[in-house]
């Protein structure tokens, strides 16, 4: 079975600072996590995927997540936070196989960026 | 960019009565989900759905749920008799393909409050 912890779940920065949302995940094989984005009223959009290829990922907006499998951690990164950058970000793991589209989501972050 | 849509975006019903939450997945889509969000908890996956038939189901998926594609476009989650703990976010969501790499797109979702 496959877990994801997302270690905040909220983080405040000021617009113009870096962005850090840390996830951990478990998994019993080699996983696809992803990096959802939900704005109020909206529907989830993907971020960024990793899929087993380069262990950066950039996605889109400037966000950038590293997979590190020695630390299981898939954190989330931008270098420079926009006030449209507010919202909920999910973690999420596939549970792969045949069951790809079985997603894990962790607790959500919410992302507030003060002026 | 493709989008899936739902409606109703809100609902409310009354305890023990049918509701159809209805989706139209992007239109090349092959697999079909239904996920849930409780206010305050995680995003929780129910069903997957495949060449016309369930392909993988959570323990939450019971008998009062079912899911159907009736026509070419439309997907359609159907809880028989409504308890007060239905109350959630229900999200729908297609991929192309069900395999490793394939982006899963959400919908919007829609808001069952049952009273």
């Known amino acids: 079975a496959q877990s994801v912890t997302q270690l905040d779940s909220h983080v405040s920065v000021s617009e113009g600072t870096p962005v850090l949302l840390r996830c951990n995940y478990s998994s019993s094989y080699s996983p696809s996590l992803f990096w959802y984005v939900q704005h109020p009223n909206k529907g989830l959009q993907l971020l960024l995927k990793?899929?087993?290829?380069?262990?950066l990922v950039k996605g889109i907006n400037g966000f950038e997540a590293e997979f590190k499998k020695s630390e299981t951690s898939f954190h989330l990164t931008k270098p420079s936070a926009h006030m449209s950058d507010a919202a909920e970000y999910f973690c999420v793991v596939s549970a792969g196989g045949t069951s790809y589209g079985k997603l894990t989501f962790g607790q959500g972050t919410i992302l507030t960026v003060h002026p | 960019e493709p989008e899936v849509t739902q409606t109703p975006s809100h609902q409310v019903t009354q305890m023990g009565q049918e509701v159809i939450l209805r989706c139209v997945p992007i239109s090349n889509h092959l697999y079909f989900y239904w996920y849930r969000q409780i206010l305050g908890q995680k995003v929780e996956f129910l069903v997957s759905?495949?060449?016309?038939?369930?392909?993988?189901k959570s323990e939450i998926f019971d008998d009062q749920f079912s899911v159907e594609r009736p026509d070419g476009s439309n997907f359609t989650l159907k809880i028989r008799s409504t308890k007060l703990e239905d109350s959630a976010m229900y999200f729908c969501?297609?991929?192309?393909?069900?395999?490793?790499?394939?982006?899963?797109?959400f919908g919007e979702g829609s808001w069952l409050t049952v009273v």
């Open positions: 759905f495949y060449n016309n038939e369930i392909s993988e």
């Open positions: 969501a297609s991929s192309r393909d069900g395999v490793s790499g394939n982006t899963i797109y």
């Open positions: 990793y899929t087993s290829a380069a262990t």
